[in-house]
């Protein structure tokens, strides 16, 4: 085995071993989707956003996810509750800035929560990520206009202001920090035919961070784990329907064999 895919494993072996809990504060469409999914990767979901409890499930919690897919004022309460006590509490946060570039109520929230609690690691598509860093990118809504790589120059900016790991999501996934450049070429076309699957890769990212405090590292891996999982998952069948389930058998029986066999990890 590689020493890389060694890594990936022992993360991927902490994280059914400890079934760390990982708070989602998300939207509505995705909640099912990215619970069974930090199921079946051996994690613990708390799907919790009400603004009365938002910070004793934070005090408890190993990860914090914060996705504004679906946004109202009691979500965004939440939200701001929820960073603020694992800012407090040095919890790791993974941000998922969902349709932001859309609407000018996205955008402010975005940037409130952003300087409110700095993110340990973002995560988005490219007019998403090239959106919040100040690009004025189109959007489809929530879809990108814009190819993974388009986005790079963005990433770097958006880590460099605000010190964190970026992660682009698209056909080749890049995870930036600082000068550091890891893509990730694992996955497969038929995932963007399922809603959810950016933010699913968001809620695992949040569960690698809740084991590897090398967050840079954690991102790179939960990406892998990913896509290698999408890879699998449309191998058995061809089918928007059935890659749901499949995407979720295999994240639970993944091998090492399978991760160090199928791994397209480059580092620059």
Same mark, same amino acid.
């Given at each position: 085995?590689?020493?890389?895919?060694?890594?990936?494993?022992?993360?991927?072996?902490?994280?059914?071993?400890?079934?760390?809990?990982?708070?989602?504060?998300?939207?509505?469409?995705?909640?099912?989707?990215?619970?069974?999914?930090?199921?079946?990767?051996?994690?613990?979901?708390?799907? @919790?956003?009400?603004?009365? =409890?938002?910070?004793?499930?934070? /005090?408890?919690?190993?990860?914090?996810?914060?996705?504004?897919?679906?946004?109202?004022?009691?979500? &965004?309460?939440?939200?701001?509750?929820?960073?603020?006590?694992?800012?407090?509490?040095?919890?790791? %946060?993974?941000?998922?800035? &969902?349709?932001?570039?859309?609407?000018? !109520?996205?955008? +402010?929230? $975005? +940037?409130?929560?952003?300087?409110?609690? *700095?993110?340990?690691? %973002?995560?988005?598509?490219? $007019?998403?990520?090239?959106?919040?860093?100040?690009?004025?990118?189109?959007?489809?809504?929530?879809?990108?206009?814009?190819?993974?790589?388009?986005?790079?120059?963005?990433?770097?900016?958006?880590?460099?202001?605000?010190?964190? @790991?970026?992660? %682009?999501?698209?056909?080749?996934? !890049?995870?930036?920090?600082?000068?550091?450049?890891? $893509?990730?070429?694992?996955?497969? /076309?038929?995932?963007?035919?399922?809603?959810?699957?950016?933010?699913?890769?968001?809620?695992? *990212?949040?569960?690698?961070?809740?084991?590897?405090?090398?967050?840079?590292?954690?991102?790179?891996?939960?990406?892998? @784990?990913?896509?290698?999982?999408? =890879?699998?998952?449309? =191998?058995?069948?061809?089918?928007?329907?059935?890659?749901?389930?499949?995407?979720?058998?295999?994240? !639970?029986?993944?091998? =090492?064999?399978?991760?160090?066999?199928?791994?397209?990890?480059?580092?620059?």
């Amino acid at each position: 085995m590689s020493p890389t895919t060694q890594s990936i494993w022992a993360d991927l072996t902490q994280i059914r071993a400890q079934a760390p809990l990982v708070h989602n504060i998300t939207n509505f469409v995705v909640m099912n989707n990215t619970a069974n999914a930090l199921l079946a990767l051996g994690a613990s979901p708390a799907m @919790v956003h009400a603004p009365e =409890e938002v910070e004793d499930f934070v /005090s408890i919690s190993s990860s914090l996810v914060v996705n504004i897919g679906t946004l109202d004022d009691h979500f &965004v309460t939440g939200m701001t509750l929820a960073m603020r006590r694992a800012k407090e509490l040095g919890k790791p %946060i993974v941000f998922d800035p &969902v349709g932001v570039g859309a609407t000018a !109520y996205r955008n +402010q929230v $975005s +940037q409130d929560l952003l300087t409110l609690a *700095t993110p340990t690691v %973002i995560r988005g598509n490219a $007019s998403e990520i090239m959106a919040l860093a100040g690009l004025n990118a189109q959007t489809k809504g929530v879809d990108s206009l814009f190819g993974s790589d388009a986005a790079l120059d963005a990433a770097r900016r958006l880590s460099s202001v605000w010190g964190c @790991v970026v992660v %682009i999501s698209g056909a080749t996934d !890049y995870i930036v920090l600082g000068d550091q450049v890891a $893509s990730v070429a694992n996955g497969h /076309s038929l995932m963007t035919k399922v809603t959810g699957m950016g933010c699913t890769a968001t809620a695992l *990212t949040g569960a690698f961070a809740a084991v590897n405090t090398n967050y840079f590292q954690a991102a790179t891996h939960a990406m892998a @784990v990913m896509g290698i999982a999408g =890879e699998l998952a449309a =191998e058995k069948k061809l089918a928007p329907g059935s890659l749901q389930v499949n995407f979720l058998d295999a994240l !639970y029986t993944l091998t =090492e064999s399978e991760i160090d066999d199928r791994l397209k990890l480059t580092w620059s």
